[in-house]
């Protein structure tokens, strides 16, 4: 009676069939995709709808309509092949910076539009020009380390190197004159004793030569003696901070001059060519190894041998990256240790992005960072042996744990076994770092108290910035021509939304200093297709007479997904 009365098993049969199962489980799925499809169809007209009613011009309209059409639902296209993710480095630790200089690296960043980076990592080279030579962290037992850095910051033409460099090192300049002004009375005082000395021997060989032989012992021993003396005397040289592009010669006799002590900044990179053997055909790398480690150095001079017994060279380099690239392919620079000594940063580029009309350094902040810098100099300058800064117990058992961390990640397969030489002098530079960072804290006294827990703590942070983009820097190093122009062609794609180009368009926005012609284009093309990031549209014929259209390309939906960051898209396109 009551089934009689809803319709019978007949119309039970057919509510049961309505409800999907996992009999019928494929059916109702067709059916659901199906209406999807529609809906995006649907979408997509909206789209051009709208686009016309906005008064685009019919030529992009139709252009629109292709690509909306050629990425309509219909052919599954597959998820890309991933060409090998580029690492996500981080920033600049600023803040771990004694305030004065953390003021004065982010108002030079922000006035420059530059990477705060870029500041950073100079003036960490100030840092080390003012105490590099004059002091030594001693960690335990006969383990010291100098506080002398490498510095090597990456970025393309166009950044603003140099003034960030000017700004920087301003006040080591102003230093370096200041010291000279001081030394000047004593050159000039010894070059007159010498003088006269010289011609009081001079005399006395005179008058010996020319004596009778009864009186020529008592003559000969005076004239002896007055040139012995006049050799004793040493007329002091010209102070000297900074060097710039000098070729290895050059720079291992200043630095002898200079007691050991000198720093070479410069905002090119033709310091790495020289050293590779640009002029004299050879590379010569031993000033940079020894200068680095303090290992005494023979400097053979036309007048006489002289030793360094603990040299400390100081590197400030801010390089392009096809600098970077060129040097590891140098002789000698990654397998004598040049390499592992250098503290990379490769940060994102700003060109394009960056803010009109910024705000200059404030007066105040740079009076601080100019007065306290020269102070650190001024303090410094007099030692002749260098001031060993002790840690403290709490900050020794910090270096300890580093070691601890450092150790597993140098195992064959594990995170820092390809960068193995570089990571074996990764506590070392952490070391450094905090040497550097107490003297900037405690700037006319820090040779008398032992270096903290808390500055420990603000060293490893900066470690870890620096093996970050030394795992960056060694992978740019190392990697392959056509994967890097593929990542370049990507990123253009990602940050102008392209969802349909032609090779034209590109190659008109893509960096001319990677793609000089149109076919430089075709390796990276040729890769990014293989990998399932674009598609070829078909060649339409040519109709009369003229150029041939440019070939067409369509991209992976998901690559314009990913195209929101246009800055870190953007910074890919101008590595």
């Given at each position: 009676g009551e089934l009689q009365r809803v319709g019978g098993a007949d119309y039970l049969h057919t509510l049961i069939a309505s409800v999907p199962t996992t009999a019928?489980?494929?059916?109702?799925?067709?059916?659901?995709?199906?209406?999807?499809?529609?809906?995006?169809?649907?979408?997509l007209g909206m789209r051009l709808t709208a686009a016309a009613a906005s008064g685009t011009d019919p030529a992009d309209l139709l252009d629109t309509g292709r690509a909306l059409l050629d990425t309509a639902p219909g052919e599954t296209w597959p998820a890309p092949i991933p060409l090998g993710a580029r690492r996500h480095l981080p920033a600049f630790p600023v803040e771990v910076l004694p305030g004065w200089l953390a003021d004065m690296v982010t108002a030079v960043a922000h006035f420059t539009q530059t990477p705060v980076d870029l500041a950073g990592c100079i003036a960490l080279a100030a840092l080390s020009t003012a105490a590099g030579g004059r002091a030594v962290v001693e960690v335990r037992g006969s383990w010291t380390e100098p506080v002398n850095l490498y510095l090597v910051t990456v970025l393309p033409p166009g950044s603003r190197k140099s003034p960030v460099f000017k700004a920087i090192t301003a006040p080591l300049l102003a230093a370096e004159r200041g010291l000279i002004e001081t030394t000047r009375p004593m050159i000039t005082e010894a070059a007159l004793a010498l003088r006269v000395a010289t011609q009081a021997a001079e005399r006395a060989a005179v008058a010996a030569a020319n004596s009778a032989t009864g009186a020529g012992d008592n003559l000969m021993a005076e004239a002896s003696a007055a040139a012995m003396q006049a050799e004793a005397i040493t007329i002091p040289v010209q102070p000297q901070l900074i060097a710039d592009d000098v070729t290895p010669e050059t720079a291992t006799t200043i630095l002898a001059e200079q007691g050991g002590r000198l720093a070479v900044l410069s905002a090119e990179g033709g310091i790495f060519s020289i050293l590779a053997g640009r002029y004299s055909g050879t590379p010569n790398l031993e000033l940079f190894l020894k200068g680095h480690a303090g290992d005494m150095m023979r400097v053979n001079r036309?007048?006489?041998?002289?030793?360094?017994?603990?040299?400390?060279?100081?590197?400030?380099?801010?390089?392009?990256?096809?600098?970077?690239?060129?040097?590891?392919?140098?002789?000698?620079?990654?397998?004598?240790?040049?390499?592992?000594?250098?503290?990379?940063?490769?940060?994102?580029?700003?060109?394009?992005?960056?803010?009109?009309?910024?705000?200059?350094?404030?007066?105040?902040?740079?009076?601080?960072?100019?007065?306290?810098?020269?102070?650190?100099?001024?303090?410094?300058?007099?030692?002749?042996?260098?001031?060993?800064?002790?840690?403290?117990?709490?900050?020794?058992?910090?270096?300890?744990?580093?070691?601890?961390?450092?150790?597993?990640?140098?195992?064959?397969?594990?995170?820092?076994?390809?960068?193995?030489?570089?990571?074996?002098?990764?506590?070392?530079?952490?070391?450094?770092?905090?040497?550097?960072?107490?003297?900037?804290?405690?700037?006319?006294?820090g040779w008398g108290k032992p270096i903290t827990a808390d500055t420990v703590r603000r060293a490893i942070a900066l470690g870890r910035y620096f093996a970050e983009h030394a795992l960056g820097a060694f992978d740019d190093m190392g990697a392959d021509p056509v994967t890097e122009d593929a990542r370049a062609l990507l990123a253009w794609i990602e940050a102008n939304q392209a969802a349909r180009f032609t090779k034209r368009e590109l190659f008109s926005g893509v960096h001319r200093g990677r793609f000089r012609k149109v076919g430089d284009l075709d390796p990276g093309l040729t890769l990014l297709e293989t990998h399932g990031y674009i598609r070829a549209e078909a060649q339409p014929e040519r109709s009369g007479p003229g150029r041939r259209p440019s070939p067409g390309y369509l991209a992976h939906p998901t690559v314009i997904a990913n195209g929101t960051d246009a800055t870190t898209a953007t910074a890919a396109v101008n590595r």
């Open positions: 019928n489980g494929t059916h109702y799925s067709a059916i659901v995709a199906e209406h999807a499809k529609r809906r995006r169809l649907a979408l036309r007048s006489r041998d002289e030793h360094i017994d603990n040299p400390a060279l100081t590197l400030g380099l801010a390089v392009q990256p096809e600098v970077l690239r060129n040097i590891a392919q140098m002789p000698g620079f990654r397998g004598k240790g040049l390499l592992a000594r250098i503290l990379f940063a490769v940060p994102v580029n700003t060109v394009g992005y960056r803010e009109i009309g910024t705000d200059p350094v404030p007066d105040q902040v740079n009076d601080t960072y100019t007065r306290n810098l020269t102070a650190m100099v001024a303090s410094l300058a007099e030692w002749t042996d260098p001031a060993v800064l002790p840690l403290t117990p709490e900050a020794n058992a910090l270096i300890l744990d580093v070691e601890r961390d450092v150790e597993p990640r140098l195992r064959p397969g594990a995170e820092w076994s390809h960068i193995v030489d570089w990571a074996s002098k990764y506590t070392g530079a952490v070391v450094r770092l905090a040497g550097l960072l107490h003297l900037a804290e405690h700037l006319r006294d």
